[in-house]
C-alpha cells in the first residue's frame, strides 16, 4: 500500500485491487485444491483394493512386488472365479468367489423383480394420473422411505417381514424359512429401492413435453395408450438409468443383506436358503478383526474389489446410456 | 332414464374393452404406489410395536437406556456411549465434508474453464456418489487404521463417512450455486469486484440455504451408515463414552449389533434403539426442509 500522503486515488485503488486479485488466485487455487481431493479419493480406492487385493492372490501386495518382491501366485484366478466354495478363513480354505457372487446376484435380481415394477408404476401413477393433493402426499412418503437408513431394514426383515409376511407365504408353497432368507433380503433391498426408481423415473417423465401427450390425445388416444405408447418410450432413458441405479446400489447393499439373508455361503434357488453376500462377508470378516496380512484380511479386499468393479461397470453403463438416449426437449 | 342408460351402453360398447383395460392399469398403478407407502407404514409400525415391547415386556427403563453404556448383557446395556459416538461422528464429519465440498463446488461452478478435465472430473463424481458405503469403510481400514497404524479410532469412522458424503454434499452445493443467476454475478464484477469478492459477499450468501439443506441432508444420511463403520471397526463394545481418538461404538452399529443377537431382549432393544436414531433423522429432515423453505432467496425467475 501507498504511504505516501499524497499518493493519488487510483493509485490506491490499483493497490487494493491487485491484493484483492491475489486473494482471488489464492482462493482458486485452495477450492482447487479441494476439489483435488475427490480425484485422491477415487485414486486412492483403486490402490488400496488393488494393493491389499495382490497380497491375496500372490502373497505380495502390489507395492512390495514393485519393489522387487518375487512373484508368485498362491491362488489362482482359476480357483478364485470358477471355484463353487469361498471359505477363505476355514481350516481347509476354499477360495471360490462364486457362491458369494451368487448370493449378491440373487439378491439384486430378486429386488429389481419388486423395485421395477412397482418403482416405475409409481412414477406413472404420479407423473401421469395423481392430483396435485395425491402428488404432494406420495413424493414426501417416498422420500422418508429413501432417507430411512438400509440397518433399519435390515431390523424390518428380521422382526416384521420374515415372520409375517414371507414365513405364511412360505407356509401356502411349502417352504419353511428361518431367521434369515435370500427372500427376505431381496424383498427389503427391493422395498428400499422403489423410491430410486420412483424419483428418477418420474423426473424423465415429467420432462416430456406436454405437447407430445396432446398429439396423441388429438389422434384419439386414451390415457393408457398416452402413458404406456407415448411418455414410457419418451422417458426410456431416464428410466433406464433409474434402473441401472437401483441395481448397482443393491449390489452394494450390505447391512440390510448381512441382517436378512445371512452369512451361508451356498449356490441355491431355493429363497428360503440362507446365503452370503460380498458385503455380508465382508461385514462376517470385519467383525471377526482379523490380523493384518492374513487371508482372511486380505481377502477382504479382493471381495471388496470385485464389488467396487461391478458397481463401477454399472456406473459407467449409466453414463454411456446417458450419452446415448439424451433426448432434449427444452 | 333408462333409455340414456341404454343409449350409453350402445355407445360405450366399442369402447368399453380399452376403459376397462384404462381402468385396470390405473388401479394397478394407484396400489403400487400404496405399496411403499404400506411398507413406510408398517416399517414404523414395527419399530413403534417392538420399543413398546422393549419397555413394557422386558422392562427396559427408558432412563436408564439412556444414559447407560452398552453391555454384553441386555439389562445392562444401553444406548448412551452409542449416542455420544454418533455426536462425535456428527461433528467432525460435518467439520471435514463440509468445507471441503463447498469448495470443490465453488471451483467447479464458479472458476473451472469448461473443458475435458472439468468434465472428466464431474464424472468421476458421479462415480464416487455410487460407490458402495463398504468400499469407503475398506479405503480408510486399509489406509488409516492398518496403513497409518491408527486403529479404529473414532476420528477413522468420520473420515470414512466424510469421503461417503462428500460427493453428495458437493451435488446439492453445485445445485445451490447454479440457481443463482447469473445476472447477480454480472452485477458485481460490473461494481469492480474480483471473482472472489463477487462470491464470498454474493454468491455464497444467496447460496447458503441450499448449501446448508443439502448438507444437513448428507449428514442425516451419514448417521444412519453402518457397513463403513463396521469395516473400520467399529463393534466393539465399549463401556465408558468414546472420544474422538477413542475405539467407539455408533448408534447404527450398536443397533446391529443387538439385532443380530438371538436373545429376544436385545433385538426388541435394537427397535428401541432404531426409534431413537429414527427420531434424530427426522428432525435433522425436518431442519432442513424448514432451513430450505425459511431462507431460500427467490430472485423470482
Redesign the interface.
Known amino acids: 500500500m501507498s504511504t505516501g500522503t499524497g499518493a493519488d486515488e487510483a493509485g490506491i485503488t490499483r493497490d487494493v485491487s491487485k491484493e484483492d486479485q491475489k486473494r482471488n488466485r489464492r482462493v482458486k487455487r485452495v477450492s482447487l485444491g479441494c476439489a483435488g481431493i475427490t480425484v485422491a479419493t477415487t485414486v486412492a480406492i483403486f490402490l488400496v483394493l488393488f494393493d491389499n487385493a495382490s497380497g491375496y492372490f500372490f502373497e505380495y501386495r502390489l507395492h512390495e512386488m514393485v519393489l522387487g518382491a518375487s512373484v508368485e501366485q498362491i491362488i489362482t484366478f482359476a480357483e478364485f472365479f470358477t471355484g463353487t466354495r469361498w471359505a477363505p478363513d476355514h481350516a481347509t480354505p476354499a477360495h471360490g468367489v462364486l457362491p458369494v457372487v451368487w448370493g449378491t446376484l440373487t439378491v439384486t435380481v430378486g429386488a429389481a423383480f419388486i423395485s421395477i415394477p412397482i418403482g416405475t408404476a409409481t412414477a406413472l401413477y404420479v407423473s401421469e394420473y395423481a392430483g396435485d393433493g395425491m402428488r404432494r402426499k406420495l413424493k414426501p412418503s417416498l422420500e422418508v422411505l429413501a432417507g430411512i437408513p438400509t440397518i433399519v431394514y435390515g431390523y424390518f426383515a428380521i422382526s416384521m417381514v420374515t415372520p409375517f409376511i414371507l414365513a405364511p407365504i412360505g407356509e401356502l408353497v411349502g417352504l419353511s424359512f428361518g431367521r434369515r432368507s435370500m427372500a427376505a433380503g431381496a424383498f427389503v433391498v427391493g422395498v428400499m429401492t422403489i423410491p430410486m426408481v420412483a424419483s428418477i423415473s418420474e423426473d424423465a417423465m415429467n420432462s416430456v413435453p406436454d405437447d407430445l401427450r396432446n398429439g396423441a390425445y388429438a389422434l384419439g388416444a386414451t390415457k393408457f395408450d398416452v402413458s404406456t405408447k407415448v411418455v414410457l418410450p419418451a422417458a426410456v432413458s431416464g428410466i433406464f438409468a433409474s434402473y441401472i441405479l437401483a441395481v448397482s446400489r443393491a449390489i452394494g447393499e450390505t447391512m440390510a443383506v448381512a441382517l436378512a439373508a445371512g452369512f451361508n455361503a451356498n449356490i441355491t434357488l431355493n429363497p428360503a436358503d440362507e446365503i452370503m453376500t460380498m458385503t455380508a462377508y465382508m461385514v462376517q470378516m470385519a467383525r471377526g478383526e482379523s490380523a493384518v496380512g492374513t487371508v482372511e484380511y486380505q481377502s477382504l479386499f479382493a471381495v471388496g474389489l470385485v464389488l467396487f468393479l461391478m458397481t463401477l461397470a454399472m456406473n459407467l453403463l449409466n453414463d454411456l446410456l446417458k450419452q446415448r438416449f439424451r433426448e432434449e426437449y427444452q | 332414464m333408462s333409455t340414456k342408460d341404454q343409449l350409453g351402453d350402445i355407445i360405450d360398447e366399442g369402447v368399453s374393452y380399452?376403459?376397462v383395460?384404462?381402468k385396470l392399469?390405473?388401479s394397478?398403478?394407484?396400489?403400487?404406489?400404496f405399496?411403499?407407502?404400506a411398507?413406510?407404514v408398517?416399517?414404523l409400525w414395527?419399530?413403534i410395536a417392538?420399543t413398546h415391547q422393549a419397555v413394557f415386556e422386558f422392562n427396559v427403563d427408558p432412563v436408564h437406556f439412556l444414559t447407560q453404556t452398552s453391555s454384553r448383557t441386555a439389562e445392562n446395556a444401553g444406548f448412551y456411549s452409542a449416542i455420544i459416538g454418533s455426536l462425535w461422528l456428527m461433528v467432525l464429519v460435518s467439520v471435514m465434508a463440509f468445507?471441503?465440498?463447498?469448495?470443490?463446488a465453488?471451483?467447479?461452478e464458479?472458476?473451472?474453464p469448461d473443458n475435458r478435465w472439468t468434465r472428466l472430473?464431474e464424472?468421476?463424481?458421479?462415480?464416487?456418489a455410487?460407490?458402495?458405503?463398504?468400499?469407503?469403510?475398506?479405503?480408510v481400514?486399509?489406509?488409516i487404521v492398518?496403513?497409518a497404524g491408527m486403529g479404529p479410532i473414532l476420528l477413522a469412522g468420520a473420515l470414512a463417512l466424510a469421503?461417503l458424503i462428500?460427493?453428495i454434499i458437493?451435488v446439492s452445493s453445485i445445485e445451490a450455486l447454479r440457481a443463482v443467476p447469473d445476472g447477480v454475478r454480472q452485477g458485481s464484477a460490473a461494481a469492480?469486484a474480483?471473482?472472489?469478492?463477487t462470491?464470498r459477499n454474493v454468491v455464497l450468501p444467496a447460496a447458503m440455504p441450499g448449501i446448508i439443506t443439502g448438507t444437513i441432508?448428507a449428514l442425516?444420511?451419514a448417521i444412519?451408515?453402518?457397513?463403513p463403520l463396521?469395516?473400520v471397526?467399529a463393534?466393539f463394545i465399549t463401556t465408558r463414552t468414546p472420544g474422538p481418538l477413542d475405539r467407539f461404538g455408533a448408534m447404527?452399529t450398536e443397533?446391529?449389533t443387538w439385532?443380530?443377537q438371538p436373545e429376544r431382549q436385545f433385538?426388541a432393544m435394537?427397535?428401541f434403539g432404531?426409534l431413537i436414531?429414527?427420531g434424530v433423522?427426522?428432525t435433522m429432515?425436518g431442519i432442513a426442509v424448514y432451513i430450505r423453505r425459511r431462507y431460500e432467496v427467490d430472485f423470482g425467475e
Open positions: 380399452e376403459e383395460r384404462g392399469f390405473l394397478l398403478c394407484i396400489a403400487a404406489s405399496f411403499g407407502i411398507m413406510l408398517l416399517l414395527d419399530v417392538t468445507f471441503v465440498g463447498v469448495g470443490t465453488v471451483y467447479l464458479e472458476y473451472a472430473f464424472a468421476n463424481l458421479a462415480n464416487l455410487g460407490v458402495p458405503s463398504v468400499v469407503y469403510g475398506l479405503l481400514l486399509g489406509v492398518n496403513g469421503l462428500m460427493p458437493i469492480g474480483t471473482r472472489w469478492q462470491i441432508l442425516a444420511r444412519g451408515e453402518t457397513a463396521i469395516m471397526g463393534l447404527p443397533i446391529y439385532a443380530a433385538i435394537a427397535g432404531i436414531l429414527l433423522l427426522f429432515q
